[in-house]
């Protein structure tokens, strides 16, 4: 899997920054259109590098998303290859909301290690960071924001592909 990681970046970081570049290399048909359509109609992302690949078939992950440390506004989206349509547009739109939280909202993960600030002030000690390994996922700040935010964010997804029909 890291070698998989590797390429993946490899692939991002030879791609323009100025702009909304998305690489769909999974089984997934829709991927780049629901990509495209959450990054630019619906979360006002303006500069943004992602390809998308196929998580392995051994897990049992839905998806996730892994930022670049070396490039600006450059992602991996990893995405089970098992989803139905249904289930990965609420994935994808999950996974973009992260992707909105490490633009915008000072999401970082540093190993077993997480930071956030949603609204940029001086966190209480010990209010926005947590353990991976301790805080467990559904207890995790920016897990349930982004469980919160991807149906609001599905639903528009939603409405716009059924108003290009």
């Known amino acids: 899997m890291r070698n998989l990681f590797l ?39 303006d500069t943004l590098t992602l390809i998308i690949i196929d998580l392995p078939k051994s897990s049992t992950l839905l998806g996730a998303v892994v930022k670049n440390k ?32 490490y633009e915008d909202e000072g999401l970082e993960i540093f190993g077993d290690i997480w930071a956030w600030n949603p609204d940029n002030r001086k966190p209480k000690q010990g209010e926005t960071w947590g353990s991976m390994t301790f805080t467990g996922y559904e207890a995790r700040e920016f897990e349930l924001d982004a469980q919160r935010r991807e149906i609001i964010v599905n639903k528009k997804l939603l409405k716009i592909i059924k108003s290009n029909k």
């Not at 909304?20 to 089984?27: A, D, F, K, P």
């Not at 506004?73 to 939280?101: C, D, G, P």
């Open 7 to 45: 390429f993946a970046f490899m692939l991002v970081a030879s791609v323009a920054q100025s702009q909304v570049v998305i690489e769909n290399r999974t089984v997934h048909e829709d991927a780049y259109e629901i990509a495209e359509i959450i990054a630019k109609n619906i979360l006002d992302i």
């Open 70 to 101: 070396v490039e600006p506004h450059a992602y991996v989206m990893l995405l089970n290859s098992t989803l139905s349509v249904k289930a990965l547009r609420l994935t994808m739109s999950h996974e973009f909301v992260h992707i909105k939280q």
